[in-house]
């Protein structure tokens, strides 16, 4: 038997905090078996239930803290509906805990929520459960580990000239290189001649396109000539010569 005040709410994961357990050895012990349940065996979707001040059962672990009922309204008392590959690891968590928590599937009338503390108070084995977890056993308790932060890496001198030359390169105007250039003044940033040449190439393949016969790209040349591009107006009069 306990008192209320004898036992602690961890609340260690989703609806634990229903769920007061004897603090001490108990509470750690039992509080990892809610973290190892909920991590390897199934989620935990309802309200656990720990110490109770009374219970039909006058032996009962829950009147000293010491047993937990995980998803209750899943598995009904005296009924054995757990699947088999969950059963399977329900039995590996409890070899993890090297015995010390007893599951109520194993009694004749079967309880597969119901989970208590497998040996007497003051057992050395519990105090030994409850130690290695404390000190990182399955990685449950123990210090929190956390992943390195990335340091910045600094910004150099010579990272600062790189981005000057990029950002002028960018921004710089240039020279054409046609052929046909008048002179060597510069006429245009690098991404200017780019999408020129991007225009250039698509004008050229429509136009020939459009002295071939397609509809599509005849259609498109006259649009352009009827908007008022005089070049366009030109093509459009070698297209329908063409056509003649």
């Known amino acids: 038997m306990a ?21 001490g050895v108990a509470a750690t012990i039992l509080n990892a078996w809610l973290i190892w349940y909920h991590l390897n065996v199934e989620q935990i979707v309802s309200p656990v239930w720990g110490w109770s001040r009374d219970n039909d059962v006058t032996t009962s672990n829950h009147l000293s803290g010491t047993a937990l009922d995980i998803n209750a309204p899943t598995y009904p008392w005296g009924y054995r509906t757990m699947p088999v590959e969950r059963i399977h690891k329900v039995r590996k968590g409890l070899q993890l805990f090297n015995g010390c928590v007893f599951w109520g599937a194993d009694w004749d009338r079967a309880d597969e929520m119901h989970f208590q503390i497998a040996y007497p108070e003051g057992d050395p084995r519990l105090s030994a459960l409850a130690e290695a977890l404390s000190d990182g056993y399955l990685g449950l308790y123990g210090p929190p580990t956390t992943e390195p932060e990335e340091e910045d890496m600094p910004f150099t001198e010579a990272d600062r000239k790189l981005l000057q030359d990029v950002h002028r390169e960018l921004r710089q105007p240039y020279p054409s290189r046609s052929r046909y250039r008048a002179n060597a003044k510069p006429v245009d940033t690098l991404a200017g001649m780019v999408l020129n040449a991007d225009a250039r190439i698509h004008e050229d393949a429509t136009e020939r396109a ?3 016969g397609d509809a599509e790209a005849g259609a498109r040349v006259r649009a352009a000539a009827e908007a ?3 070049h366009a107006a030109a093509i459009l009069g070698i297209v329908d010569g063409i056509k003649s």
């Open 3 to 23: 008192d209320r005040n004898e036992c602690v709410v961890a609340n260690p994961v989703p609806f634990s905090d229903t769920a007061p357990v004897r603090s």
């Open 228 to 230: 008022g591009d005089p």
């Open 210 to 212: 459009a002295m071939l």
